[in-house]
């Protein structure tokens, strides 16, 4: 029992020694005296106060008192006693019945009434915190949304509601520590309820915000999210203060995903290559058939058609188009993933992503140390995913070493790696070569701008030494194939700015300029371009070796080419269009059937060969690899001199056999007696037959390569010259007639053939007329010599004369 209580029920009477010693057992004396002086006062107070309350009130008194009598009087006399409930029984039945009358009238009433007391003072609080129970499902429509950063807003907000609203009516007592009143008593109790209600909220929000963290997480998953987007969801989850460290959560899943993304792309070009290869034939193609392809490609090259090229329906060009696709494939995979990689890890090394010391949390103090020590797996997981990147392109190519050492001997036997397709031809290995180094070159540039690790620099530099020389190799072998098999394309059409020429020429020129300029641009160091007029870059010794080497031997298979078409019965690689017939100045092609045909135009072609074409490319050579090529032009020039030498022999060795038998048939012939000849007369049938025949090689050479005109008529008049004194020689003697018919012949062919005759010509008549006054019998009477003489210088000016049409073709042009 409190003390409070124990007062309250003291009498006034009784128990005032147990009062005094309990509650002034420590008042002193005149204290206790002046309180029983106060008491005093006061109950003196209070009994006047009474006093004057009756005298005030007496009337009122006795009336009530005779009221009283009256009616108990009434009701003794009415018998209203105990048994009969004094009389009210009725009225309490009354009462009763009205009472659960009203209780089931206005029970509901009141109950409802409460209710609304209670909802009242619940909306109350639900309007004044409306923000706060509005929360979760703010926060899930802002999630839904991907409103993230409004969702952190909201959520902290409602952290600062909940903070201050369970700080302030968490403070349920007064300063004396007793309560102040009931009702704030019941304030407690409520906000007591409230808080389990505020407490269950706070976790749906505490909820909805880790399904909110796992959708980001799950976020940076996604690698089709941009960069500036991850970043965004990795300072929201920053923000959040996560367990997991986000940035590592990102790095780790992106290296995972570009790892399993290379390798299924890889994993999926290789296999389409392989379905390709099943699908080649198994025999190899004959040299006709690829040089076919070869025409193809250079008549594409010439006219720039490079998507003719491109869409060529041949296995080759499938393959390498498969190829190119790999590396396209890889490179576009690798640019598109690892330099937004490495940015974020970037910027993860330099603490872009940490806030400064003075705000941070212990948690995220210890996870800024744990991330320092990530720093070196950040540089070895990019570093890993170049070396992959390198190894499948490796494997691809079977890349090797780079030789640096320049071989004393000429290159052994080289065989194409397994990548090179079959049956492709050099240009349009050259073509797909130069576009895939092209995207290698491209993709490593993109990388190496992005200043990574040194480790990954140097990958990839190897990578591209290792690609360019293998790649030099397959161009390389390709070109010396091609080169050797090259006479094939030789279709004799004339070209058409130099009609003394074939085409065969100008392609091989195209031929040769696009490996040579292709080589220069695989093995150039600085070759990011198609820039052709680009000749900054160095070319290392290994790989100009390699390409002079290829450059020559080309060159040396195409004039064994040359002599081989000649001395080769000519088969078309594809059937011959009939045109309509056309004048013969303007015909497109000759008889390649001739001999003589194949001939002529193969001389007149190595003379193009050695004045214009070998000087021009070989200067172009030296200019683009900055090199002397002094020796092997001139190697070059011995080797086309020689092979001209064989050639024009060969043809003016049949021609000069043909004039030879007219000439020693027609001097020796039984027919004519040299030593009974009497007077001069015509000159002799045999010497028009030779000269006719010279006619007829004239205008076979006008016809196909008019600068040899001179040239063969020359070599075949100091050929008939020789037989002419072979065949006189055999002459026993003759007569002054036989004298002056033998010199009317000559001096007719030599007047006829004036402008072919060289001084070694010359020499060989003059040797002719000594021979013949050497073998003059003197006994067959000089005296008519004079007169001889004259007649022969007549029968020559009417032979010359009557001849001047048919041997027009010797005239010397005015």
């Known amino acids: 029992?409190?003390?409070?209580?124990?007062?309250?029920?003291?009498?006034?009477?009784?128990?005032?020694?147990?009062?005094?010693?309990?509650?002034?057992?420590?008042?002193?004396?005149?204290?206790?005296?002046?309180?029983?002086?106060?008491?005093?006062?006061?109950?003196?107070?209070?009994?006047?106060?009474?006093?004057?309350?009756?005298?005030?009130?007496?009337?009122?008194?006795?009336?009530?008192?005779?009221?009283?009598?009256?009616?108990?009087?009434?009701?003794?006399?009415?018998?209203?006693?105990?048994?009969?409930?004094?009389?009210?029984?009725?009225?309490?039945?009354?009462?009763?019945?009205?009472?659960?009358?009203?209780?089931?009238?206005?029970?509901?009433?009141?109950?409802?009434?409460?209710?609304?007391?209670?909802?009242?003072?619940?909306?109350?609080?639900?309007?004044?915190y409306k923000y706060f129970f509005n929360l979760p499902s703010n926060l899930m429509d802002s999630i839904k949304q991907q409103k993230y950063d409004v969702a952190i807003r909201d959520y902290k907000k409602g952290k600062v509601v909940l903070d201050s609203t369970m700080g302030a009516e968490g403070a349920?007592?007064?300063g004396s520590g007793?309560?102040?009143?009931?009702?704030?008593?019941?304030?407690?109790?409520?906000?007591?309820?409230?808080?389990?209600?505020f407490d269950k909220v706070w976790l749906e929000v505490d909820k909805i915000m880790e399904e909110m963290k796992d959708q980001l997480f799950e976020q940076l998953t996604e690698p089709w999210r941009s960069m500036e987007e991850q970043e965004k969801t990795i300072n929201i989850l920053l923000e959040l203060e996560t367990a997991e460290d986000p940035v590592w959560h990102y790095l780790d899943s992106q290296y995972k995903f570009i790892i399993d993304l290379l390798k299924e792309?890889?994993?999926?070009?290789?296999?389409?290559?392989?379905?390709?290869?099943?699908?080649?034939?198994?025999?190899?193609?004959?040299?006709?058939?690829?040089?076919?392809?070869?025409?193809?490609?250079?008549?594409?090259?010439?006219?720039?058609?490079f998507d003719s090229l491109i869409a060529g329906k041949e296995m080759d060009v499938q393959m390498w188009k498969a190829i190119l696709e790999i590396v396209k494939s890889l490179s576009d995979l690798l640019l598109r993933c690892l330099p937004d990689f490495w940015?974020?890890?970037?910027?993860?090394?330099?603490?872009?992503?940490?806030?400064?010391?003075?705000?941070?949390?212990?948690?995220?103090?210890?996870?800024?140390?744990?991330?320092?020590?990530?720093?070196?797996?950040?540089?070895?997981?990019?570093?890993?995913?170049?070396?992959?990147?390198?190894?499948?392109?490796?494997?691809?190519?079977?890349?090797?070493?780079?030789?640096?050492?320049?071989?004393?001997?000429?290159?052994?036997?080289?065989?194409?790696?397994?990548?090179?397709?079959?049956?492709?031809?050099?240009?349009?290995?050259?073509?797909?070569?130069?576009?895939?180094?092209?995207?290698?070159?491209?993709?490593?540039?993109?990388?190496?701008?992005?200043?990574?690790?040194?480790?990954?620099?140097?990958?990839?530099?190897?990578?591209?030494?290792?690609?360019?020389?293998?790649?030099?190799?397959?161009?390389?072998?390709?070109?010396?194939?091609d080169a050797k098999n090259f006479y094939l394309l030789e279709d004799w059409t004339l070209d058409q700015d130099n009609r003394e020429i074939t085409n065969f020429l100008r392609n091989f020129h195209i031929f040769h300029k696009y490996n040579s300029r292709s080589a220069y641009k695989i093995a150039s160091q600085n070759y990011i371009s198609d820039n052709d007029n680009d000749k900054s870059s160095t070319i290392p010794e290994n790989y100009l070796f390699k390409i002079k080497e290829t450059f020559l031997n080309s060159l040396y298979a195409y004039l064994?080419?040359?002599?081989?078409l000649v001395f080769t019965e000519y088969?078309?690689?594809?059937?011959?269009?009939?045109?309509?017939?056309?004048?013969?100045?303007?015909?497109?092609?000759?008889?390649?059937?001739?001999?003589?045909?194949?001939?002529?135009?193969?001389?007149?072609?190595?003379?193009?060969?050695?004045?214009?074409?070998?000087?021009?490319?070989?200067?172009?050579?030296?200019?683009?690899?900055?090199?002397?090529?002094?020796?092997?032009?001139?190697?070059?020039?011995?080797?086309?001199?020689?092979?001209?030498?064989i050639l024009f022999d060969d043809y003016i060795k049949r021609k000069t056999e043909i004039v030879r038998n007219i000439i020693i048939n027609g001097i020796l012939s039984n027919e004519i007696d040299w030593s009974n000849i009497s007077k001069p007369g015509e000159v002799h049938s045999f010497v028009y037959e030779a000269l006719l025949s010279l006619v007829l090689v004239h205008a076979q050479i006008s016809d196909i390569a008019k600068p040899l005109i001179n040239r063969a008529l020359t070599a075949l008049l100091e050929s008939m010259a020789i037989d002419c004194l072979e065949a006189f020689q055999k002459v026993e003697k003759f007569s002054l007639g036989g004298m002056c018919q033998a010199t009317l012949e000559i001096e007719f062919m030599?007047?006829?053939?004036?402008?072919?005759?060289?001084?070694?010509?010359?020499?060989?008549?003059?040797?002719?007329?000594?021979?013949?006054?050497?073998?003059?019998?003197?006994?067959?009477?000089?005296?008519?010599?004079?007169?001889?003489?004259?007649?022969?210088?007549?029968?020559?000016?009417?032979?010359?004369?009557?001849?001047?049409?048919?041997?027009?073709?010797?005239?010397?042009?005015?």
């Not at 570093?383 to 990147?389: D, Q, R």
């Not at 064994?560 to 081989?564: D, P």
């Not at 007149?604 to 000087?615: A, D, F, G, H, V």
């Open 343 to 481: 940015k974020l890890s970037k910027s993860f090394m330099d603490g872009k992503f940490q806030k400064s010391p003075a705000v941070l949390s212990a948690n995220k103090r210890r996870r800024q140390g744990m991330d320092l020590r990530k720093v070196d797996q950040c540089e070895k997981m990019a570093s890993g995913v170049i070396e992959l990147y390198a190894s499948f392109l490796s494997e691809l190519f079977a890349l090797s070493p780079v030789p640096n050492e320049i071989p004393d001997t000429p290159t052994i036997k080289y065989e194409n790696p397994s990548f090179v397709p079959l049956h492709s031809d050099s240009v349009t290995t050259c073509y797909f070569l130069t576009r895939i180094l092209n995207e290698m070159n491209e993709c490593v540039n993109d990388i190496n701008s992005i200043n990574m690790a040194s480790d990954a620099s140097g990958t990839l530099s190897q990578l591209m030494d290792q690609a360019r020389w293998r790649f030099l190799e397959v161009i390389c072998q390709a070109w010396n194939a």
């Open 172 to 174: 349920d007592t007064n």
């Open 265 to 305: 792309s890889y994993k999926e070009q290789l296999s389409k290559i392989e379905t390709l290869k099943e699908t080649l034939p198994k025999n190899s193609s004959s040299d006709k058939d690829l040089a076919i392809r070869l025409k193809k490609s250079i008549r594409n090259v010439n006219i720039r058609d």
């Open 560 to 564: 064994e080419g040359l002599v081989h």
């Open 1 to 128: 029992m409190d003390l409070i209580t124990l007062i309250r029920n003291i009498g006034k009477k009784s128990q005032i020694t147990f009062f005094l010693h309990k509650v002034h057992n420590d008042t002193p004396y005149a204290d206790l005296l002046r309180g029983a002086k106060f008491l005093r006062y006061t109950l003196d107070q209070k009994s006047e106060e009474l006093r004057s309350l009756v005298q005030d009130n007496f009337d009122r008194f006795v009336s009530a008192k005779n009221t009283i009598d009256t009616v108990y009087g009434e009701m003794k006399a009415q018998s209203l006693n105990a048994e009969s409930d004094y009389g009210v029984s009725r009225l309490n039945k009354a009462l009763s019945e009205a009472s659960d009358r009203a209780e089931q009238l206005f029970g509901p009433v009141l109950a409802n009434r409460n209710k609304a007391e209670k909802i009242r003072s619940t909306l109350s609080v639900l309007e004044k």
């Open 571 to 645: 088969t078309p690689l594809e059937p011959v269009v009939e045109r309509e017939p056309t004048d013969i100045i303007h015909k497109s092609r000759i008889d390649p059937s001739q001999m003589d045909s194949r001939i002529l135009l193969t001389i007149s072609n190595l003379s193009n060969l050695k004045q214009l074409m070998i000087p021009r490319i070989v200067n172009q050579f030296e200019t683009a690899y900055k090199c002397s090529m002094a020796d092997d032009t001139q190697a070059l020039n011995t080797v086309v001199d020689q092979l001209d030498g």
């Open 178 to 197: 007793s309560y102040s009143s009931e009702r704030e008593y019941d304030e407690t109790a409520l906000s007591v309820q409230y808080r389990r209600v």
């Open 750 to 814: 030599n007047q006829t053939l004036s402008q072919y005759v060289t001084p070694q010509a010359q020499e060989t008549l003059q040797i002719i007329y000594t021979t013949i006054e050497q073998l003059y019998d003197t006994t067959s009477g000089t005296d008519r010599l004079d007169s001889e003489l004259s007649s022969v210088k007549q029968f020559l000016v009417d032979g010359r004369k009557n001849t001047s049409l048919q041997f027009l073709c010797f005239k010397k042009p005015k």
